[in-house]
């Protein structure tokens, strides 16, 4: 058993998905069913170097107009939208302390577009904030943003980073994450996207070259992550997960990757195709 596995196993008394966590999943699976009101505890995982928290630079926690749940468009002094597949993405937040739905917690996601690029950091793109953004919660744990589906660039499998924060007012004010972590997205969805809007023509060779278990964060385990994706590129995808937050200090990094946190080392960020 992997240390993420063992995580949702020991990191929370009483939770009963350990068997859908170690059930086995492939490449093109879509996603592990276990039961949303006891989920493992979702793997600590790096931020990447372009999180847009203040850990590195840019910090969009602390600009007006962050608290949004169409991530499409830049926002505040920053104009222009990011192009692709529209998507929507639903997380099913578990507060695994408290044994109820995560109501109240802040989730603040951030993607790459369909070029791959992250805004505020990329090169064509540091002029803008898209795809970035918080929402807060509802009384059962949900939180749903709009955005457009995330490209594959070189060296890493299709994903989408989130930080779980107890609440607004610690995001806001840049406080540290709860939780850090990625969301996969399944071949067979990624694989539709790709073929069916031309501004995704780098990610199917992007892809071809990675895979689940060659990834370096998804690489040692990706059940409590991987997503389930409905609906077609003409229509829209869906994407969703049920995301156990453990106590912080349960939370601990996966084998792969530095920790996250939001408070990560300073400096500039890496320059060339982002690595995680």
């Known amino acids: 058993m992997s240390r993420r596995k063992a995580l949702g196993f020991f990191g929370v008394a009483g939770v009963a998905a350990v068997a859908a966590g170690c059930s086995s999943a492939t490449d093109t699976s879509t996603a592990t069913t276990t039961d949303p009101a006891t989920p493992a505890a979702a793997p600590q995982e790096t931020a990447g170097p372009y999180p847009g928290d203040g850990s590195n630079g840019p910090n969009v926690l602390i600009e007006s107009g962050v608290v949004r749940s169409d991530i499409t468009p830049s926002f505040g002094a920053y104009t222009g939208a990011a192009q692709g597949v529209p998507m929507t993405l639903t997380l099913n937040l578990r507060d695994l302390v408290a044994g109820a739905a995560g109501a109240g917690m802040a989730v603040y996601v951030w993607h790459c577009d369909r070029e791959g690029r992250y805004s505020l950091y990329s090169d064509g793109v540091t002029d803008q904030n898209y795809l970035r953004g918080v929402q ?9 943003f709009t955005s457009v589906f995330p490209a594959c660039y070189a060296g890493r499998w299709p994903h ?83 995301v156990g937050v453990a106590a912080k200090s349960q939370n601990t990094q996966s084998d792969n990757g530095s920790p996250g946190g939001g408070r990560g080392p300073g400096g500039q960020p890496p320059s060339g195709p982002p690595p995680r």
């Open 160 to 242: 989408i980073h989130f930080e779980v924060y107890d609440s607004l007012a610690t995001a806001v004010a840049g406080g540290n994450a709860r939780l850090t972590s990625q969301i996969a997205l399944p071949q067979d969805a990624c694989q539709s996207v790709f073929a069916a809007d031309s501004g995704y023509s780098a990610s199917i060779a992007n892809m071809s070259g990675v895979s689940l278990s060659s990834d370096n964060v998804f690489g040692d385990g990706w059940d409590a992550e991987l997503a389930t994706v409905t609906g077609t590129p003409a229509s829209g995808m869906a994407v969703s997960l049920t």
């Open 136 to 144: 807060v919660a509802d009384d059962t744990g949900v939180v749903r």
